[in-house]
């Protein structure tokens, strides 16, 4: 059997250039080396974890992230793409797994503090907050993943599971492997104000973005803080500009513009100009998917519908094993 690898992302609408870098070109990566067979999902009731009081645009958020995934090339042939809450087997492997997870797990959990302090001005202490990691343990054992692609910030959660999995398993049969996270190196990509790229901050450039609005986003970043006139040298390894440009450009135009920068041979302007056309060209693909599944709702809705008939199949399968492992499975 091909291993399995599952991940997911809370419903936040449409991605940027720093998730579409970040966690969803990984997944393409993952599904194109063919040797697994991957599952990602919409974590919409981890979405109600910190947003239980204004659910309204969870429904929108699914079916723009979801179109955005399938922009980035996921291809619901070979992936398979489903909600959360379509597979009801989620909570009741959530349910049982909160039985034997110790408080104590969950309180130290690192994350957990921070998040909790982050948003300060939303009251988290509540109990499916505190319970959020034992919700992507289930999440996570439900399909026996193997390897959980994330980022650094998700380490503290897939440990956890970890230890989880080890805990059912010793507890009363062995019937989850240990999944390991799936670590990729990631370029750090700013937002345009020079801060981390979020939607919340409104610095963001969206994967969707085109024409006079990327160019005027692109236009208005932040570069090189030392670099006020044009006639200023530059550093090109202090600039956001310039790590989009190793991204989107090519080697030779890469090659070229550090040490036009450094000579304040080329001026900021004219560099933004070519890295909106950069992205523009490097972002076709994307875009033409995007404009294809925009068009067809009738088609992301079928995509979604398959992917959540998949994912429950395998979830009752195990949910089945689970029920008979701990004896609660009272079938005459
Ligand atoms: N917590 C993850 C995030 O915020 C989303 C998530 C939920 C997830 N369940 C998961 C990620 C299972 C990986 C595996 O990004
Ligand atoms: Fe950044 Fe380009 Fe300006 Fe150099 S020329 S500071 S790389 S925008």
């Known amino acids: 059997m091909q291993k399995r690898i599952l991940s997911g992302m809370r419903p936040t609408g449409k991605l940027h250039l720093g998730n579409f870098h970040g966690a969803l070109s990984n997944w393409v990566a993952l599904q194109d ?36 995934w399938l922009a980035a090339g996921l291809d619901p042939d070979r992936s398979t793409l489903f909600i959360q809450s379509s597979v009801m087997e989620h909570a009741e492997l959530f349910l049982l797994l909160s039985m034997i997870t110790p408080l104590s797990w969950l309180e130290r959990n690192p994350t957990y503090k921070e998040i909790k302090e982050e948003l300060s001005q939303k009251d988290l202490s509540t109990f ?26 998700q380490l503290p959660h897939v440990e956890l599971t970890r230890e989880i999995a080890r805990r059912f398993n010793f507890l009363y049969r062995e019937i989850f492997p240990i999944p390991e996270p799936l670590l990729t190196e990631v370029p750090k990509l700013l937002g345009t104000d020079g801060r981390k790229m979020s939607k919340s901050y409104e610095n963001a450039i969206f994967m969707s973005d085109q024409g006079d609005e990327l160019k005027k986003k692109v236009a208005a970043m932040f570069t090189d803080p030392q670099r006020q006139r044009k006639s200023d040298p530059g550093r090109p390894e202090l600039c956001n500009v310039y790590t989009l440009h190793e991204i989107y450009s090519t080697p030779e135009v890469v090659a070229e513009i550090a040490p036009a920068c450094r000579s304040a041979a080329i001026g900021c302007i004219e560099c933004k100009k070519r890295l909106a056309a950069a992205i523009a060209e490097g972002m076709k693909p994307v875009h033409e998917r995007r404009e294809h599944y925009l068009a067809s709702p009738q088609e992301v809705r079928a995509i979604m519908e398959d992917g959540n008939v998949r994912a429950g199949r395998i979830a009752r399968e195990t949910m089945a094993e689970v029920r008979e492992a701990m004896k609660i499975n009272h079938e005459l």
């Open 33 to 68: 080396r063919g040797d697994y067979d991957c599952f990602y999902f919409v974590a919409d009731w981890h979405a109600l974890t910190s947003d239980y009081a204004s659910t309204e645009n969870i429904k929108a958020n699914t079916v723009d992230m979801v179109i955005d």
């Open 128 to 153: 499916g907050f505190l319970g959020y990691p034992v919700l992507q343990a289930a999440d996570i054992i439900m399909y026996k993943a193997s390897g959980v692609p994330v980022g650094v910030d």
